[in-house]
């Protein structure tokens, strides 16, 4: 239909008001599994250090004489570690007018940038301590650098051909980047290897942290022909489930929960790795934890940063395992 000569449209009007939601959406989530899955401690320098030690094998043939004397074996020293702490922080300036001007959502841009900078600072350090990083004390011009998970793990590694463990070095007090090997699909073997390494190890392996593609091929264990199958009984009234995703794995050395994380699938980098994970072998080492710092005023304009200082610590690296090297974003990548 035309529409009639002279009719007043939106296009012609100037008076008509804008239609702001009064919100701001944020897609990006806010959590970080790893930091909230293990313990965290004060630490009161900038290189915390502690000690690990094993218990010998069993010896079946423990049996002496009667009268026999007593003879003593060598005492071995325990293991010294260390990692270095790390300082990450985020800054942001606002000036006074858009401070004090009336805006959409949040009235306050600095309690709005405070949220969202806190969460981001959170992710970087999720991220930063499942990197494959080797350690790094620093200098006056150079970043101290805390060695990340991949870095300790040398006893219970399931490994792609070609790549190398990495490990603290007790030369140099340093833990070394592991080496990457060739990309392959997880496979339930894989898994069933790294808990019963973790176990044999001493290790109470409880979680499998991945990223959430690697969480998808876990999924689909359930169609191998050693996996007892799940069923859901479905009354007449309602509809039947399709059950197309696991959440536990009960091994035969305890009950496993599948944690997907999505700070994994940020890059093929942490993707590529599937860690077995006993909470208590491992712990986030607070030297300062996340504060706020006002700088001093250089402008019409308030400077914030967020600021913290922590590292790793890995107990007794044993206790973990790693299914490395997996193709951790898509089926080849």
């Not at 897609?27 to 630490?43: A, K, Y």
């Not at 340093?174 to 973790?198: C, E, H, M, P, Y």
């Not at 967020?306 to 974003?329: C, H, P, Q, R």
Request: hydrophobic share 35%; proline share 5%; glycine share 8%.
């Amino acid at each position: 239909m035309a529409i009639a000569t002279n009719t007043y449209l939106t296009f012609n009007s100037k008076r008509n008001r804008e239609e702001f939601a009064n919100a701001i959406y944020m897609i990006t989530p806010e959590d970080t599994p790893f930091v909230s899955m293990i313990g965290r401690e004060s630490v009161e320098s900038t290189h915390p250090e502690w000690q690990t030690d094993t218990l010998v094998a069993p010896n079946v043939n423990n049996a002496v004489p009667q009268g026999d004397e007593f003879t003593y074996g060598a005492i071995t020293a325990t293991t010294r570690l260390g990692n270095y702490t790390q300082i990450s922080r985020k800054e942001y300036i606002i000036s006074r007018t858009q401070e004090k001007t009336l805006k959409a959502g949040p009235q306050s841009e600095l309690g709005r940038q405070r949220r969202k900078k806190g969460t981001e600072l959170r992710k970087d350090m999720e991220a930063i301590l499942l990197s494959n990083q080797a350690s790094l004390p620093g200098n006056s011009t150079t970043a101290p650098l805390l060695g990340g998970l991949p870095s300790f793990i040398t006893t219970n590694v399931n490994r792609g051909a070609t790549g190398a463990n990495g490990g603290f070095n007790q030369g140099t007090g340093l833990t070394v980047a592991a080496t990457n090997g060739t990309q392959r699909a997880f496979s339930k073997a894989i898994l069933d290897s790294i808990i019963i390494s973790a176990f044999t190890s001493g290790g109470t392996p409880r979680a499998l942290m991945v990223s959430p593609y690697v969480k998808t091929v876990f999924s689909t264990f359930m169609s191998d022909p050693s996996v007892a199958p799940q069923r859901m009984t479905t009354s007449n009234s309602k509809q039947a489930t399709i059950v197309g995703a696991a959440d536990t794995y009960l091994s035969d050395f305890g009950t496993i929960d599948v944690v997907p994380n999505r700070v994994m699938g940020a890059s093929a980098a942490l993707a590529r790795n599937a860690y077995m994970i006993d909470p208590e072998m491992v712990s986030l080492g607070v030297f300062d934890d996340i504060k706020e710092v006002t700088p001093a005023v250089t402008g019409d304009a308030t400077k914030k940063v967020l600021i913290t200082e922590y590292t790793l610590k890995v107990a007794n690296e044993a206790g973990i395992s790693v299914a490395a090297d997996l193709f951790g974003l898509t089926s080849t990548t």
